[in-house]
């Protein structure tokens, strides 16, 4: 049945990929509160971000605009322009309580606290990265002084920072205070975990559940270094590297007790360093179910639209990189997207349709019972949540962008446009592109670009690119007159 003004609780980890979760078909985490909300709601298999970078990404599905429309292309920025209004300033104009738990990063927090845009958010407990960078406004670095520990003595240990003291359970300790207050209004948190983001340091306590001898290989054959030398103009935040030592810089991944590597420090190999990943999303999910049992505790479950995703995703190794940059492997561009609202929403239901993260804005202005902007890029998935639509088409292709995006040396510039069966991603200003045929080659390892027998196809999908990136433009002021 309908249900009024919903509240919102919308999880955004940071930097992680869509196949990192157990519900959904990965034997190697641990996730069940994440796979409980694959249970009672709308999975969505093929969700795509619109730049594998955090603030133009950010900016663009807390908008429902793409990146290049919103004035926001990379990190780093002075400030957040406000080109197109964020929904939670949306929201809290029609009288939502909103608030902001973590990180925001619309703006550069580089040796300040970042920026306030005209938000929406009442309530505020702010933090960037888990570290002691400012003086006063860090509200988690405040919390964890007011525990008699200092944050920038924590990180520096290789053991990692304590799981009673970690920034995920920080954000679930303010998430729980901001559902437990009393008030006459629907509310939305905006939680946003750090995590499972670099430098790969769990908590020891959570590193030991996870065997590194027994973790999956990365995605990887020895033409990837081929392949990724004729790309290494391009910008990256790593070079490549065979997955026995990958370009990890100052890693601080010790070994787990009762493995061959006990004892050992700054591993580089890709099972060591995808175990502390799965490390990081285990104490995600603990800490998510923390924050559903206060939901059921306190009658709220029913009425609450719960919403779990991710930023972009994360190399992890695959093909010889890790981090992120400017680069388009399903790894780094395909994230999680999980809608659950008890007997509102369709349940158990796994889409197969390709949606893009823009796609959240357009889905909670419905929901909050508001129109769609005509020139909003997003589009609204509520039909597919209410069982209204085919639940495996929503979109004939999704988009990505990379614009100058990380303070490096190339300034690339990329597009990457994906229909059911094909990837096309231009490198603009180089030579060098690639072509995936996603159906006989869904792990990305056979670059088509250069193939003669695929030149018809990979004009047909420049086209097709180019149209997609012109009628993605923002174009200025509305028309008001003939002249």
Not at 206 to 225: A, C, G, H, I, V
Not at 382 to 394: R, V
Not at 448 to 454: A, F, M, S, V
Request: net charge negative; aromatic share 10%.
């Amino acid at each position: 049945m309908p249900i009024e003004k919903p509240n919102f609780l919308w999880i955004c980890t940071d930097q992680q990929r869509y196949d990192t979760i157990g519900a959904l078909g990965n034997p190697y985490v641990s996730t069940p509160n994440i796979d409980s909300l694959v249970a009672d709601g709308v999975a969505f298999t093929h969700a795509y971000c619109q730049s594998p970078i955090c603030t133009p990404s950010r900016s663009s599905f807390l908008t429902g605009m793409y990146p290049s429309a919103t004035h926001v292309n990379g990190n780093g920025n002075d400030y957040y322009p406000e080109t197109y209004p964020l929904v939670t300033r949306t929201l809290a104009d029609i009288g939502y309580d909103c608030g902001l738990i973590g990180k925001l990063h619309l703006a550069s927090a580089y040796r300040r606290i970042e920026p306030r845009s005209n938000d929406g958010y009442r309530y505020w407990q702010y933090s960037h990265a888990p570290r002691d960078d400012w003086k006063e406004g860090h509200d988690y670095a405040d919390w964890v002084r007011s525990k008699g520990y200092i944050l920038g003595e924590l990180t520096k240990k290789p053991e990692g920072v304590p799981a009673e003291l970690h920034q995920t359970t920080w954000c679930a300790e303010k998430t729980i205070d901001f559902i437990r207050e009393e008030r006459d209004a629907p509310w939305l948190a905006s939680v946003n975990i750090y995590d499972p983001h670099p430098p790969f340091n769990p908590p020891q306590t959570y590193r030991e559940q996870f065997n590194p001898d027994e973790m999956p290989e990365p995605l990887f054959k020895e033409s990837d270094l081929v392949q990724q030398q004729k790309l290494e103009k391009i910008d990256f935040q790593s070079k490549v590297r065979s997955p026995d030592e990958l370009d990890i810089r100052n890693p601080i991944i010790p070994g787990s007790p009762g493995t061959k590597r006990e004892g050992t420090v700054g591993k580089r190999d890709a099972k060591t360093l995808i175990a502390a990943y799965y490390a990081m999303i285990k104490l995600i999910d603990d800490q998510l179910g923390r924050i559903l049992d206060v939901l059921d505790e306190t009658a709220q479950r029913d009425n609450t639209v719960i919403i779990f995703t991710s930023d972009h995703g994360e190399m992890l190794g695959d093909h010889g990189l890790i981090q992120k940059g400017c680069r388009f492997y399903e790894g780094l561009v395909r994230v999680p997207l999980i809608f659950s609202c008890p007997n509102y929403f369709e349940s158990g239901l796994k889409s197969d349709a390709l949606v893009e993260l823009v796609d959240k804005v357009p889905t909670l202005l419905e929901l909050a019972g508001l129109s769609v902007p005509d020139e909003m890029h997003g589009r609204s998935l509520l039909p597919i949540l209410k069982g209204e639509s085919d639940a495996n088409h929503h979109r004939d292709f999704v988009r990505c962008e990379y614009y100058d995006a990380l303070d490096s040396r190339d300034h690339s510039y990329a597009t990457m446009y994906r229909d059911k069966r094909y990837k096309l991603v231009v490198y603009h200003g180089h030579e060098e592109g690639e072509l995936y045929d996603l159906v006989d080659d869904p792990d990305e390892f056979n670059n088509l670009w250069d193939l003669q027998e695929k030149q018809d196809k990979k004009y047909d999908l420049l086209k097709r690119s180019f149209d997609a990136s012109m009628f993605a433009m923002d174009k200025g002021p509305e028309r008001v007159g003939p002249m």
